[in-house]
């Protein structure tokens, strides 16, 4: 299975990284190996997950209130946004 991202999915992690880091040291970290956890689950099973919208699917992290919107193609799996759960999603909606 092949996993892509939106482009704006790496400054997503890297402002939510930082974020983390400032509050604890090592806490970003922790969220970064959750993250990893999440995606390599939707990874090995992408329907995992139910639709949400149009044809996407938003996996929770367990510890940490963010969510990985995603979608499942035959071949490969392609992240659209991670964002906090409170956030609004509608930029999120409007990404290829």
Sequence with gaps: MILTHHRAVSDELESIT??????????????????????????????????????TRIGMLDRFPFSVHYRAYPNRVRIVGVIHQSRDDIEIRKRK
Aim: net charge negative.
């Design 18 to 55: 930082d974020w983390y880091e400032d509050q604890q040291a090592d806490l970003g970290r922790e969220f970064l190996f959750e993250l990893k956890r999440v995606i390599d689950e939707l990874v090995v099973n992408p329907h995992r997950w139910a639709i949400e919208y149009s044809t």
